[in-house]
C-alpha cells in the first residue's frame, strides 16, 4: 500500500508539472512592465550598434536624452514616430516590456510614440561623434593597413620614395580607418573618434581597365573579383573623397583559420600625379596597394 500511495503521489506532481508548465507556455504574450516619459530627440542620426537576439546591428540610430540625462544616448525604433531630420524633438513615449515562452527570444521590448510634444528646427549641440564602442571596430570591422605596398618605376626614384614615405595622406593622416559591413567606412583618431565617416560605393570593373602599373603589384593568391570603392560622406554622395581599385581574393579556412574570409587589395594609381609633380624624371609607373580582410 504504501509503494502504491508513494506512486500515485509521483504521478500528481508530475501532472501538476506539467499542468504549470503548458500554462506558461499557453499564455502567450503578456505584458511585464509598462511604463512612459519624454524623450529629446537629436536633429541628426548617428552610427551605432544595436543588440538584438545577439545580434549586434550597425545602423543610423536616434541619439537621444531622457528626463533624467544630460547625456545623449543610442535608441532604436519608436513605433508610430515619422522622424525628420534637422529637427530636435520633445516626445512622449511608451516603454512596453512582453513575455512569451513560444517565441525564440522570449523577452523583449517596443517603444511606440504617444505626442510630439515639440519640434524645433535646429542642430542638436553637443552630440556625440557615433554610438559604436571600440570592440565592435576590432571584432567586426576590415581595419586598412596603412604600411602600404609600392612601385616606383622612375629615372628620379629616391625623390618621389622619399615624397611617398612622408607623404601623411597615404597614410590616412595618422587615423585608422575602418570599413564595416563592406558598405560602411570610418575615419578614427586615436582616440577611436569619428573625424569622418560615410558609405562605401562599389561598383564593377573589368580588370583591362586597370592601370598597367598595378601589374607590379599583382598579389600571388588568386584573384575572384575586381572592382571600385567610392569613399562618399553624406554631404557629398557624387564626390568621393577616397577612391581605390580593388581585387578581392579569397582565403579559406585553416588550422589557424577558422572561417572563410576574404582579402582586399586596394590600389591607387599615382603615375599622372608624380609625371606632373617630377616631369624630369621620365615616371612610367607609380602605384600603391593597401590590404583589409572581412569575414565571410
Avoid at 607590379?216 to 581605390?244: C, N, R
Amino acid at each position: 500500500m504504501k509503494s502504491h500511495f508513494l506512486k500515485i503521489q509521483f504521478i500528481l506532481l508530475v501532472s501538476l508539472l506539467m499542468c504549470a508548465c503548458t500554462d506558461d507556455n499557453e499564455e502567450g504574450k503578456k505584458v511585464t512592465a509598462y511604463s512612459e516619459y519624454t524623450l529629446t530627440v537629436a536633429s541628426v542620426k548617428l552610427p551605432g550598434v544595436l543588440t538584438s537576439s545577439g545580434n549586434n546591428v550597425l545602423a543610423d540610430v536616434y541619439a537621444v536624452k531622457n528626463e533624467q540625462s544630460t547625456d545623449w544616448e543610442a535608441h532604436g525604433s519608436i513605433g508610430k514616430f515619422e522622424y525628420e531630420e534637422g529637427y530636435e524633438y520633445q516626445i512622449l513615449i511608451s516603454e512596453t516590456s512582453y513575455l512569451d515562452y513560444q517565441m525564440g527570444d522570449p523577452a523583449w521590448t517596443e517603444y511606440e510614440l504617444l505626442e510630439v510634444l515639440s519640434k524645433e528646427r535646429k542642430n542638436s549641440e553637443e552630440l556625440p561623434s557615433h554610438f559604436i564602442p571600440n570592440w565592435y571596430f576590432e571584432q567586426y570591422c576590415a581595419y586598412i593597413n596603412p604600411e602600404f605596398a609600392y612601385v616606383i618605376d622612375a629615372d628620379k626614384k629616391e625623390d618621389i620614395e622619399k615624397d611617398i614615405k612622408t607623404d601623411a595622406t597615404y597614410k590616412f593622416g595618422d587615423s585608422r580607418c575602418y570599413v564595416c559591413n563592406a558598405d560602411k567606412w570610418f575615419l578614427l583618431d586615436l582616440d577611436m573618434q569619428t573625424k569622418e565617416y560615410g558609405n562605401v560605393i562599389r561598383k564593377s570593373k573589368e580588370p583591362t581597365d586597370f592601370p598597367k602599373s598595378y601589374k607590379h603589384l599583382y598579389p600571388e593568391q588568386q584573384i575572384v573579383s575586381f572592382g571600385q570603392f567610392d569613399f562618399v560622406t553624406k554631404d557629398a554622395p557624387e564626390e568621393p573623397i577616397m577612391q581605390y581599385d580593388v581585387m578581392i581574393s579569397q582565403q579559406f579556412p585553416t588550422k589557424s583559420i577558422s572561417r572563410e574570409t576574404y582579402i582586399l587589395w586596394l590600389y591607387r594609381d599615382l603615375t599622372a600625379y608624380y609625371q606632373s609633380k617630377y616631369p624630369e624624371a621620365n615616371v612610367k609607373a607609380v602605384a600603391i596597394r593597401y590590404t583589409t580582410k572581412i569575414g565571410s
